[in-house]
């Protein structure tokens, strides 16, 4: 099974050169580690930056220099800080080429569910819903069960919605699953892992169509 940082390293793929990239609070802040140097990548944060680097090494962090889930972060050569107003209009305008969002919950036709657990207080929705409203292609970074063992790969979503039928792709610590009009289709699975265990992981029924190849980093 996967490591946070390997599902990371693995989206890192579906980064092409020259993509304005929105990267969600979580697992997504990881991307930026991955990302080839041959690549011209400009990462967005919806709380004002575009051009976000890798994180800062201990003993250099500022914490004035943050993404929107307040971790520390770096800023490449011509990054630049702009207020949540113009941030957002970037998003609802369709700017951005790829959005990496975490979930707690991704359903089989694309819904998502990644901002409220009822009975749990949590300081607002932030800019989850502009986000799956406004993207064209989202990329969802998440754990395939729960604590319990659970499928968070869902037939219907169990959790207040964020979005609907918005999700593409889905990478996990077990497997890569495309959502198609059919429901979710095996592309990848982790190094090491049975097709059988992925089925067995998953509540969701799964579209396998012949060999299904281990993800290459």
Known sequence: MLTKEQIAQ??????????YVNLGIGIPTLV????PDNLSVEFQSENGVLGMGPFPFEGEEDAD???AGKQTITILDGGSFFDSAFSFGMIRAQKVDLTILGAMEVAENGDIANWKIPGKMVKGMGGA?????????IIVAMMHVNKAGESKILKKCTLPLTGVNCVKRVVTELAVLDVTPAGFRLVERAPG???EHIVKSTEAGLIIEGE????QF
């Open 10 to 19: 693995r989206i890192s793929r579906e980064v092409k050169d020259g993509y």
């Open 32 to 35: 930026a580690n991955y990302v």
């Open 65 to 67: 220099i943050i993404n």
């Open 129 to 137: 819903m502009d986000l799956v409203a406004s993207a064209e292609n």
């Open 193 to 195: 892992v049975s097709v």
């Open 212 to 215: 299904v190849p281990e993800m």
